[in-house]
């Protein structure tokens, strides 16, 4: 019997769908034409023209500096929310956990409304704190679901082996759990970083005067038209980026070895 | 002289449901020592609390003339060997078997050197260097039990550790364990809910139901002089009568009414007197099964019946034989070539013979213990 086509075809198709437009962005921002759709020829001065950008590049700080804490903060909130919920059980937990899920549902514009809401009332100025704070917010959430999922195939007579083995409770954790559930972490802390870099709906919120991060910059460059080739280029910058992220992360999340 | 490792009236409360009740056991140094009984009747609890992942309620743990009851498990001379393995994924073999030696300060060329031996002991010197994850489930087990023996234990707790094994590996394990029991002398507390494992390697076994110490004995003990018809059921397969006594045949026999079969000889294994109540196990090898009214010797009791069921093992047949009212499993062991013999078939009316000596004299009997029994269903 002849091997059926249809998968191969679906597979072209999805693949299409998700990545003509991305390969449409990359191919324009090695065109050297700067409106017209048609190819002019290979060029990098987009490019150039990316790196004098002082703007730019303050805004990239910002986007790597709020990432970096927010993912950093969220793997160590994340890694204790996910301790409590998997070894406690009772009905506080169960709150816990479904408020747990709330954020990954719940729509960033709902959020970042709260938040602003939130910061205004409480008098706190907005500036890249703030944004910071908001990030982790929706972060923590991610960590938390990816940490624990890892708890869950964790053998718990593995921390009894190591207590009966002679290791006191620290030990024990320093040794045999922080390790095993490293990767885990790790993975949290990816996807927190990739959620954080390139959100726009909360951080246009919660973003104060000069705290603009890469994804508000851009879309601000956006309404300059003559920018745009610059603004493709950046894009498949963080493209290639974002690719290096989720290729760490899989390998990370890969099952624990047994 | 009190046990080395010794339970004194010790229990274990889990919100309304008591685990353990007031058990006191006594081990002594260097026997392979079993808990066995069925799931949810406290061996594990027990276990557990030697080991100082649990605290009794009540009670005291003494091992070695200490008290440790309420030590914690990195300060206890005792290490586990877990049903689970529990081995640590992201160390290779080698350093599992050093994570309890190098914690103990001992110096790094004494720590190889340990670690290598017992490499050797359990036969894994060319695996040291996988992974867990690499190893099948004979070498895991072997690994774990490397790595708590190389502790220089007191006791050695073993958690069901060859439950997840298939049988002819367990088999195999079984024997290597002992044969490591005898290389180290160490002692051993043996769990597991296996009564053939139980039987095969230890000196001496508690049979444990519903949080309770039914029996302790040899596993000879056990199996011939059970004390209670849960001990009976639980351990081989035994056909449970009760009758009424009758009268006295000199010190050692009585006569014993059977209802539906009709008078018996039976053995006074405790005291009884003539209108007692009684209960008699009667373990299916120990009946002679004939097709003609065999010749009685002095205190032997035979019984008509009719084949119900035939279940062929090979090595024996187990029948199932209507007596009366009763339902009664004989076995008929092959010790000759059987396809030159008539085989029985069901409806087949055939003779049990056994020796009073043969039964045994429940001292306590629980009719929800029949339940253990292996019989097919009645048809």
Redesign the interface.
Same mark, same amino acid.
């Given at each position: 019997m002849k091997p059926s086509r249809i998968p191969l075809v679906t597979t072209g198709i999805v693949l299409a769908f998700f990545y003509l437009p991305i390969a449409a962005l990359v191919a324009k921002s090695f065109n050297s034409s700067r409106f017209s759709p048609e190819w002019k020829g290979f060029t990098l001065k987009w490019y150039e023209r990316l790196f004098e950008r002082d703007d730019i590049l303050a805004a990239l700080v910002n986007s790597l500096k709020v990432a970096l804490i927010a993912a950093s903060a969220s793997m160590l909130l994340g890694t204790c929310a996910a301790f409590a919920l998997h070894r406690y059980k009772s009905r506080l937990q169960d709150a816990h956990r479904m408020m747990v899920n709330v954020p990954l549902v719940l729509p960033d514009i709902l959020m970042g409304m709260s938040l602003l809401l939130l910061f205004i009332a409480a008098g706190v100025s907005l500036s890249l704190a703030t944004v910071t704070i908001a990030h982790i917010t929706f972060c923590l959430s991610y960590v938390t679901l990816v940490v624990l999922a890892r708890l869950q195939d964790f *053998?718990p007579? #593995?921390v009894? &082996? &190591?207590? *009966?083995?002679? &290791?006191?409770r620290l030990?024990a954790f320093v040794? #045999?759990t922080l390790? #095993?559930l490293f990767p885990g972490i790790l993975a949290g802390g990816l996807l927190a970083f990739t959620l954080s870099i390139d959100d726009y709906v909360v951080t246009f919120f919660v973003k104060g005067p000069g705290s603009d991060t890469l994804p508000t910059l851009v879309y601000s460059m956006i309404k300059k038209s003559k920018e745009l080739p610059v603004i493709n280029a950046l894009s498949t910058l963080m493209l290639l980026f974002t690719f290096l992220l989720v290729f760490a992360s899989q390998r990370l999340t890969r099952p624990?070895?047994? | 002289m009190p046990g080395y490792l010794r339970f004194e009236n010790v229990t274990r409360r889990f919100g309304s449901f008591t685990a353990v009740d007031r058990v006191s056991l006594e081990i002594e140094k260097g026997e392979v020592f079993s808990l066995l009984g069925p799931s949810g009747c406290g061996k594990t609890t027990l276990l557990r609390m030697a $080991?100082?992942?649990d605290v009794p309620d009540e009670g005291r743990i003494f091992l070695d003339g200490v008290d440790i009851t309420r030590l !914690? !498990?990195?300060q206890r001379p005792?290490?586990?060997v877990?049903?689970?393995y $529990? %081995?640590? !994924?992201?160390l290779s073999i080698r350093e599992n078997i050093a994570?309890?030696p190098k %914690?103990?300060k001992r110096s790094p060329a004494e720590i190889r050197s340990e670690v290598e031996r017992m490499l050797e002991l359990v036969d894994l010197t060319a695996h040291a260097d996988k992974? !867990? $994850?690499q190893l099948s489930g004979g070498q895991k087990q072997r690994v774990a039990i490397a790595? $708590?023996l190389v502790?220089k234990p007191k006791v050695l707790l073993l958690d069901e550790p060859l439950a997840a094994l298939d049988l002819k590996l367990r088999q195999r394990l079984l024997v290597e364990l002992d044969a490591i029991h005898d290389e180290v002398g160490i002692t051993f507390i043996y769990v597991t809910h296996d009564q053939g494992e139980a039987m095969s390697i230890s000196d001496r076994i508690a049979v444990m139901n519903k949080g309770v110490v039914e029996q302790i004995g040899k596993p000879a003990e056990i199996y011939e002089a059970p004390r209670t018809s849960f001990v009976a059921a639980f351990i081989g397969d035994t056909n449970f009568l009760d009758g009424k006594i009758t009268s006295r045949i000199g010190e050692r026999f009585s006569k014993c009414a059977i209802h539906g079969i009709g008078e018996i000889i039976i053995d006074n294994d405790k005291p009884t007197s003539p209108g007692d109540l009684v209960h008699l196990s009667l373990r299916p090898e120990k009946i002679i099964v004939s097709r003609n009214r065999p010749e009685l010797r002095e205190n032997e009791n035979s019984v008509p019946g009719v084949i119900e069921d035939i279940i062929y093992f090979g090595s024996h047949t187990r029948l199932w034989v209507r007596c009366g009212g009763w339902r009664i499993c004989a076995e008929t062991q092959h010790r000759t070539y059987q396809l030159d013999d008539t085989p029985l078939n069901w409806g087949d009316t055939i003779h049990l013979r056994w020796h009073a000596n043969d039964g045994y004299l429940l001292e306590q009997y629980r009719e929800e213990d029949e339940s253990l029994l292996t019989l097919p269903d009645e048809t």
């Amino acid at each position: 019997m002849k091997p059926s086509r249809i998968p191969l075809v679906t597979t072209g198709i999805v693949l299409a769908f998700f990545y003509l437009p991305i390969a449409a962005l990359v191919a324009k921002s090695f065109n050297s034409s700067r409106f017209s759709p048609e190819w002019k020829g290979f060029t990098l001065k987009w490019y150039e023209r990316l790196f004098e950008r002082d703007d730019i590049l303050a805004a990239l700080v910002n986007s790597l500096k709020v990432a970096l804490i927010a993912a950093s903060a969220s793997m160590l909130l994340g890694t204790c929310a996910a301790f409590a919920l998997h070894r406690y059980k009772s009905r506080l937990q169960d709150a816990h956990r479904m408020m747990v899920n709330v954020p990954l549902v719940l729509p960033d514009i709902l959020m970042g409304m709260s938040l602003l809401l939130l910061f205004i009332a409480a008098g706190v100025s907005l500036s890249l704190a703030t944004v910071t704070i908001a990030h982790i917010t929706f972060c923590l959430s991610y960590v938390t679901l990816v940490v624990l999922a890892r708890l869950q195939d964790f *053998d718990p007579n #593995i921390v009894e &082996a &190591a207590r *009966d083995l002679g &290791a006191t409770r620290l030990q024990a954790f320093v040794k #045999i759990t922080l390790p #095993i559930l490293f990767p885990g972490i790790l993975a949290g802390g990816l996807l927190a970083f990739t959620l954080s870099i390139d959100d726009y709906v909360v951080t246009f919120f919660v973003k104060g005067p000069g705290s603009d991060t890469l994804p508000t910059l851009v879309y601000s460059m956006i309404k300059k038209s003559k920018e745009l080739p610059v603004i493709n280029a950046l894009s498949t910058l963080m493209l290639l980026f974002t690719f290096l992220l989720v290729f760490a992360s899989q390998r990370l999340t890969r099952p624990v070895n047994r | 002289m009190p046990g080395y490792l010794r339970f004194e009236n010790v229990t274990r409360r889990f919100g309304s449901f008591t685990a353990v009740d007031r058990v006191s056991l006594e081990i002594e140094k260097g026997e392979v020592f079993s808990l066995l009984g069925p799931s949810g009747c406290g061996k594990t609890t027990l276990l557990r609390m030697a $080991a100082g992942f649990d605290v009794p309620d009540e009670g005291r743990i003494f091992l070695d003339g200490v008290d440790i009851t309420r030590l !914690p !498990p990195d300060q206890r001379p005792v290490n586990t060997v877990f049903q689970s393995y $529990a %081995l640590f !994924p992201h160390l290779s073999i080698r350093e599992n078997i050093a994570f309890g030696p190098k %914690l103990s300060k001992r110096s790094p060329a004494e720590i190889r050197s340990e670690v290598e031996r017992m490499l050797e002991l359990v036969d894994l010197t060319a695996h040291a260097d996988k992974k !867990p $994850a690499q190893l099948s489930g004979g070498q895991k087990q072997r690994v774990a039990i490397a790595r $708590a023996l190389v502790n220089k234990p007191k006791v050695l707790l073993l958690d069901e550790p060859l439950a997840a094994l298939d049988l002819k590996l367990r088999q195999r394990l079984l024997v290597e364990l002992d044969a490591i029991h005898d290389e180290v002398g160490i002692t051993f507390i043996y769990v597991t809910h296996d009564q053939g494992e139980a039987m095969s390697i230890s000196d001496r076994i508690a049979v444990m139901n519903k949080g309770v110490v039914e029996q302790i004995g040899k596993p000879a003990e056990i199996y011939e002089a059970p004390r209670t018809s849960f001990v009976a059921a639980f351990i081989g397969d035994t056909n449970f009568l009760d009758g009424k006594i009758t009268s006295r045949i000199g010190e050692r026999f009585s006569k014993c009414a059977i209802h539906g079969i009709g008078e018996i000889i039976i053995d006074n294994d405790k005291p009884t007197s003539p209108g007692d109540l009684v209960h008699l196990s009667l373990r299916p090898e120990k009946i002679i099964v004939s097709r003609n009214r065999p010749e009685l010797r002095e205190n032997e009791n035979s019984v008509p019946g009719v084949i119900e069921d035939i279940i062929y093992f090979g090595s024996h047949t187990r029948l199932w034989v209507r007596c009366g009212g009763w339902r009664i499993c004989a076995e008929t062991q092959h010790r000759t070539y059987q396809l030159d013999d008539t085989p029985l078939n069901w409806g087949d009316t055939i003779h049990l013979r056994w020796h009073a000596n043969d039964g045994y004299l429940l001292e306590q009997y629980r009719e929800e213990d029949e339940s253990l029994l292996t019989l097919p269903d009645e048809t």
